[in-house]
């Protein structure tokens, strides 16, 4: 059994900062890829920013320069900084994870967090 548990949201006014956790726990052998996906009400569940377990890492356009995604990999935890926000990033921030599992250590299982609201409003 594997769990992701995300924690930081809250509501902010726009240029402010924020900073999101998620912590993977488990029965868990290697995590590949860690990331944050959004979704907004009305909107699909879009990409953010991902990073792998040897540090690459990919962000939204949107996000450049203003998000950061780090990672430690001892603690299974996976961080996003958010600065400068803007009321477009309001959104439902889910955690994701490519996990292999002690059990299974040749397959590759998506995970999912069960979200944290941010509020970007003034």
């Known amino acids: 059994q594997v769990q992701l548990v995300e924690s930081g949201g809250g509501l902010v006014q726009p240029g402010d900062s924020l900073r999101l956790s998620c912590a993977a726990s488990?029965?868990?052998?290697?995590?590949?890829?860690m990331g944050w996906y959004r979704q907004a009400p009305g909107k699909q569940r879009e990409l953010v920013a991902t990073?792998?377990?040897?540090?690459?890492?990919n962000y939204a356009d949107s996000v450049k320069g203003r998000f950061t995604i780090s990672r430690d990999n001892a603690k299974n935890t996976v961080y996003l900084q958010m600065n400068s926000l803007k009321p477009e990033d309001t959104a439902v921030y889910y955690c994701?994870?490519?996990?292999?599992?002690?059990?299974?250590?040749?397959?590759?299982?998506?995970?999912w967090g069960q979200g944290t609201q941010v509020t970007v409003s003034s």
């Open positions: 994701n994870a490519i996990i292999r599992t002690i059990r299974e250590k040749f397959h590759d299982y998506n995970y």
């Open positions: 488990g029965s868990i052998f290697s995590i590949s890829v």
């Open positions: 990073m792998t377990s040897g540090g690459s890492t």
